[in-house]
């Protein structure tokens, strides 16, 4: 109460009050991540700090830089169990890049200045600071100036060393001499700002492009050498390439376990050289063996990258050229399908919603995304043309995260370009984990796109009992209600809409959509767009669980079984023509193809 | 290190900040990421302000190497070092408390203590409390031989203290 008094009559600070502490700590990332830079939230004490506790590890893993600052009942009673007192240091521990008690208010100056280093210097991440009541209304006008420059025995993250060049050097003489290189972006090329620097490899060098989906963004969509997105839900191409590739140029990335797939065949040429630059020394050689490791800020590293490059350069060429044509004819035959039919259920299937919304997205627009089916048909499909304008929760995978990091990311812009739109892109299942901040965003005149793909199951797991539990939908299934099952979906999200007083619009046929999105784009306030979408669509290519990068599921036959024509991918223009035309004439083979066991069974 | 009672053991040590919770930091670290702490002790370091650790850590070379990158991660850890063990000196200091029965066990106690350089701190009728200092493979020894003589009846180790030999050191400067 002290602290909300004293910036009360502040008109600097904008105070966005949200309903709830979780949402206000994942708004404070999304407003980060659009800025990048610190987004802070403000909670009380006790239920109001354990409340962020998703929030930080939700921003500890997709290494966002916010700042969660709490109250705490007054030192003399901390450890007493007092009214709405908690271990809140001791819970958020492990997921904090650093956090902080402070028990006197001389420290308090330097702490925060502490606190905001920590969180946008190195691998960003998030820090806490609890601050007990009587050290918030100390007087402190002798507290000691706070200082100039922050300098912290302990914490020197490697933004730069003497053996960068060395490395480079030799990260080079394998790029060089490679025959099937790929480039794998991560997240950290967003965070470094390096991404003018990584177009500008890709230009030279014309090396495809693979990323994770921290990294979507960090390299137009559009770009020829682009293939999408890697790993578990990944595009084909991309998954190809990587298990092709002889040399991996892996930026920014950790080498999770959704990107790798089967850690034993990752990388899928066992002979594959791995450079990898990345900030954070633990991240190298944590998941993968790594050939050419490289610890550095990713900007004066791919700077230095180009530089050598460029005096290379002129000796002459690099790859041969038919990598590039396999490349684009594989991307060619893998565009997104403007589907204008339904499904079995004469509902929209879940693609044409993002073919409609790739038509309206402008190169500045926002993409939030919730967790499960809706995220990854959204990082499958969508063109995203700019670093920090895709938002998503990829570490923790936290459904709930997309609507409130879209209320931050609205804030962000608003500041700094108010024509951008965001566009939110949720299920159902999602956007009843936090669906009562429609009154935020009603009373603090926020505006969000929201765009609800109501399938109603929890879809990406039913996708799996589908797939893999013979149709158990067990814990899944939304409209499902009483004993017999009866099939009936609550809440009406248009009447829920309309209940806090926003427009809501509901689509149930795909010649629909376009209008929709249309009407949510030119009104003043958030829109809420009800999709109903085939309940039983699934996202795919999957990988099988536990799979390598190239064992997975898909909806069409050719997708799989390009490995069968040849045991690899081909590798002459004769293989890639024959590859295409196999392609074109199975194209009408439109239902879902489980490869393996399932088929044998039937 | 050929000792039974650590087949994998590696030695780290550690300069941290003398700050409430940053002991709570460290073995979290170790908890969350599934490491194991086979021995940890702390004290005072020669800088107010600054404690030293030893971790006794068990995994292979990979494993301790993720673990020193993680500890370095730390904020409040300022210097980690991976102690080779042909150039640490490394001891550690059990206090062991005996049951006798007679004088011609105490003997034979006593002769045993002084043969490994042990010193006897208190001794009583029935009972005789020993402090032997030595390198792990020393303490695991006199424990055995001991054992064989007479019951034991409590043991306290101090974990390992590690230091390396020569010039090199775990200091700010």
Known sequence: MPFFDEIYEDKDIRVVLMRHEQMAGHAAEGYARVKGDLGLCVTTSGPGATNTVTALANAYYDSSPIMVFSGQVPTKLIGNDAFQEADVVGATMAITKQNYQVKDVNNLGKIFKEAIHIANSGRPGPVFIDLPKDVQVADCSLAEPIPENIHITGYNPKEWSSAVPRQINRALDYMMNAQYPVILAGGGVAHANAHKELEELVSILNIPVVYTMMGKGVISDDHPYVLGMLGMHGRKRANFAMCEADVILALGTRFSDRITGDLNRFPGQSDAKIIHIDIDTAEIGKNVQVDVPIVSDLKPALEELLNQLKDRMKNGGIIKSWWYKWIKDLKDSDGIPNVTNTGPHGLVIPEKVMYELNDILEPDDIVVTEVGQNQMYAAHYLNIRKPRTWISSGGLGTMGFGFHAAIGASVAVSETNPEAEVWLVAGDGSFQMNLHELSTVKSADIKVNIIIMNNEYLGMVRQWQELFFDKRYAGTDLACVGPECERNYWPDFIKLADAYGLEGIRVSKPSQVKAALERAKKSKETVVIEVLIEPESNVLPMLRPGGALDSFLSRTREEKSIYDWYGRLPRTDMECKNYCCEIAEEDDVDYLFQWGKKKEDK | ?173
């Open chain 2, 1 to 173: 290190m050929s000792n039974s009672n650590y087949p994998n053991l590696s030695i780290i040590g550690l300069l941290v900040n003398d700050s409430p919770g940053v002991m709570m930091k460290i073995t979290g670290m170790f908890a969350r990421r599934g490491f194991n702490i086979a021995s940890i002790t702390v004290g005072h370091s020669e800088r107010p302000g600054l404690s030293r650790i030893t971790i006794g850590a068990e995994g292979d070379l990979d494993t301790i190497e993720q673990i020193t990158k993680q500890l370095n991660k730390l904020v409040d850890v300022i210097k980690v070092q991976h102690l080779g063990l042909q150039n640490t000196t490394i001891r550690e200091c059990a206090l062991i408390k005996v049951i006798i029965k007679g004088h011609e066990q105490r003997q034979e106690v006593v002769s045993i203590v002084d043969l490994y350089r042990a010193k006897a701190i208190d001794v009583s009728q029935k009972y005789i409390t020993i402090e032997v200092v030595g390198g792990p493979r020393k303490v695991d020894s006199f424990i055995d031989v001991i054992s064989d003589i007479v019951p034991i009846r409590e043991i306290v180790r101090s974990g390992l203290m590690a230091i390396s030999r020569g010039k090199s050191a775990i200091t700010l400067n």
